[in-house]
C-alpha cells in the first residue's frame, strides 16, 4: 500500500471554527490531491497540488485553503467551518502515472 | 467539464452470480482514462480496473471487466461470480490523458453504486 497518511482521522468541531487537516506521504510523489465525499455526488475536487507550494483549485474550492511546503506534506484549512462542511475528506498522491493512490480518509462533524 | 453518471444507487446480487453496474461520462476529448474504485465499509478507496480511452480491447481483472463503448460514453463494469467480499460501494471516474503539466490526474466522480451481495 501507498504510504499515505491522514491525520485526524475524525473530529468535530463548532461552526465558525478553523480547522486544519493533515495529508502525509512518504512516497515522493508530486501530485497531490484534497477531494471531499458526499452522498449523492461521489468524490468531488477540492484543490491540488503539481509540487512544492504549487496550488490549485478544484470544483469545490470556496471556503477551503491548501498549502505545501514540503513534498510530503499536504494541508486543507477551513478557515471558518460550517456545517456545509461536514463531510468526509480524502487525501490522493499520483506520481504522474494513471493510478491515485488514497489516504485512509477523514470525516469531519461540524456542530 | 467532464461529467461522471451512474444511475444506480443501488444494486443488489445472489452470491456467486454475475452483476453489472452502469456508468456514462460526457467529455469532448478523444484520448482519456476509465476507472472503477471499490469503497468497502472500511471507506478505502481501491483501484478495481481501469481502461484507456484509446484501446479498443475491454480491460479484465479476474473476475472483474468492463464493457467499454466509446462512442456510447458508456463504460459498465461487470462483476462474475460474485462474492461476499463484494460488497461495496462502487465509483466510476474520470480522468483526462493530459501529459504532464498543472491539471495532471484530476479525478471526476460518479455519484455511486451501493452493491449487496446475498447469500
Known amino acids: 500500500d501507498a504510504g499515505i497518511t491522514q491525520s485526524p482521522r475524525h473530529k468535530v468541531t463548532e461552526t465558525g471554527t478553523p480547522v486544519t487537516l493533515r495529508c502525509h506521504q512518504t512516497?515522493?510523489?508530486?501530485?497531490m490531491y484534497w477531494y471531499r465525499q458526499d452522498p449523492g455526488h461521489g468524490l468531488r475536487l477540492i484543490h491540488y497540488?503539481?509540487?512544492?507550494?504549487?496550488?490549485d483549485k478544484g470544483e469545490v474550492s470556496d471556503g477551503y485553503s491548501v498549502s505545501r511546503s514540503k513534498t510530503e506534506d499536504f494541508l486543507l484549512t477551513l478557515e471558518s467551518a460550517t456545517s456545509s462542511q461536514t463531510s468526509v475528506y480524502f487525501c490522493?498522491?499520483?506520481?504522474?502515472?494513471?493510478?491515485?493512490?488514497f489516504g485512509p480518509g477523514t470525516r469531519l462533524t461540524v456542530t | 467539464a467532464q461529467t461522471v453518471t451512474q444511475s444506480q444507487p443501488e444494486m443488489s446480487v445472489q452470491e456467486a452470480e454475475t452483476v453489472t453496474l452502469s456508468c456514462t461520462y460526457d467529455?469532448?476529448?478523444?484520448?482519456?482514462?476509465l476507472f472503477w474504485y471499490k469503497q468497502p465499509p472500511s471507506r478505502q478507496m481501491i483501484l478495481v480496473i481501469r481502461?484507456?480511452?484509446?484501446?479498443?480491447q475491454n480491460a479484465t481483472e479476474n473476475r472483474f471487466s468492463v464493457n467499454f463503448q466509446k462512442a456510447a460514453k458508456s463504460f459498465s463494469l461487470k462483476i462474475s461470480d460474485s462474492q461476499l467480499g463484494d460488497a461495496a460501494m462502487y465509483f466510476c471516474?474520470?480522468?483526462?490523458?493530459?501529459?504532464?503539466?498543472?491539471?495532471?490526474?484530476?479525478?471526476?466522480f460518479g455519484q455511486g453504486t451501493i452493491l449487496t451481495v446475498h447469500p
Open positions: 490522493a498522491i499520483s506520481d504522474g502515472g494513471d493510478e491515485q493512490y
Open positions: 512516497e515522493n510523489h508530486r501530485y
Open positions: 497540488s503539481y509540487g512544492v507550494k504549487d496550488t
Open positions: 467529455t469532448s476529448e478523444s484520448d482519456y482514462y
Open positions: 481502461q484507456e480511452a484509446y484501446k479498443q
Open positions: 471516474a474520470y480522468r483526462s490523458f493530459l501529459a504532464g503539466g498543472t491539471s495532471y490526474g484530476k479525478l471526476t
